[in-house]
């Protein structure tokens, strides 16, 4: 399968050493040097993971990152000048999955690009196979990847990034008990910055979103001293 990337870069001479860091990999890289033609390149179809600039001509690139994740979960590698302790948090934070300052390795950059997509294959099989295995699955849930969304009982439940990614962990393996740790791993770009309870905080919001579409069930099972589990169906 051809991959295609986006590289949003207004320099040309980083744009090229990017282009030929990728090609070498085998990978097809599409060029945009501004925010809106990057949003343009990104409605007109869909690319396997961004490479962004932060400081673009004609705005940030913080402001694409947090509209491109209102209505998709492609992979973002953040490449910037602004390497700033506080820039790095705020990307993160706004839903990219990696953070690599100017000046930077090109080979390395290469490495990371495919560690992300490697990681977003296996989310994406683990699913496919947990739909496949649990016919039921669709009784309660429907998962939109292209789209990022995720409906309980027919309706579109309106979630932020971090409640998307948990329950999407959750989905792929229905009535497995998955510890904080692990949810943390599935649902945060970096673990290591945030906190165990933070798990608890966002499956309380996700249970208050569920309960508002069907009070009679609560999917989200907690396994005290464990960690958390999901049911994804009523039993057959």
Same mark, same amino acid.
């Given at each position: 399968m051809l991959?295609?990337?986006?590289?949003? +870069?207004?320099?040309? @001479?980083?744009?090229?050493?990017?282009?030929? #860091?990728?090609?070498s990999e085998g990978f097809q890289t599409t060029w945009r040097? @501004? #925010?809106?033609?990057? +949003?343009? #390149?990104?409605?007109?179809?869909?690319? /396997?993971?961004v490479v962004l600039d932060l400081g673009l001509p004609d705005g940030s690139g913080l402001e694409v990152l947090k509209r491109l994740r209102r209505v998709s979960e492609v992979p973002v590698i953040i490449l910037s000048a602004r390497d700033a302790e506080l820039d790095r948090v705020l990307g993160l934070e706004l839903g990219a999955d990696d953070f690599i300052g100017k000046p930077f390795s090109p080979? +390395?950059? #290469?490495?990371?690009?495919?560690?992300?997509?490697?990681?977003? /294959?296996r989310s994406s099989a683990a699913i496919e196979a947990a739909t496949a295995d649990?016919?039921?699955? /669709?009784?309660?849930? +429907?998962?939109?990847?292209?789209?990022? @969304?995720? @409906?309980?009982?027919g309706r579109s439940l309106a979630l932020t990034r971090y409640e998307y990614l948990l329950l999407k962990t959750l989905l792929a393996q229905p009535e497995r008990v998955f510890s904080r740790a692990q949810l943390m791993d599935g649902a945060w770009p970096d673990p290591a910055a945030s906190f165990e309870r933070s798990v608890d905080t966002h499956i309380k919001t996700l249970r208050a979103k569920l309960r508002e579409i069907d009070p009679s069930v609560d999917p989200i099972r907690t396994h005290r001293g464990l960690g958390y589990s999901l049911r994804t169906g009523d039993a057959a």
């Open positions: 991959i295609k990337i986006l590289l949003v +870069e207004d320099e040309p @001479s980083i744009a090229e050493i990017v282009q030929f #860091a990728l090609a040097a @501004s #925010a809106a033609e990057a +949003e343009t #390149a990104l409605t007109a179809q869909a690319y /396997n993971l080979r +390395e950059l #290469a490495a990371r690009v495919k560690a992300i997509l490697k990681r977003a /294959n649990h016919p039921n699955l /669709n009784r309660w849930f +429907e998962l939109d990847e292209s789209r990022a @969304s995720i @409906s309980f009982r």
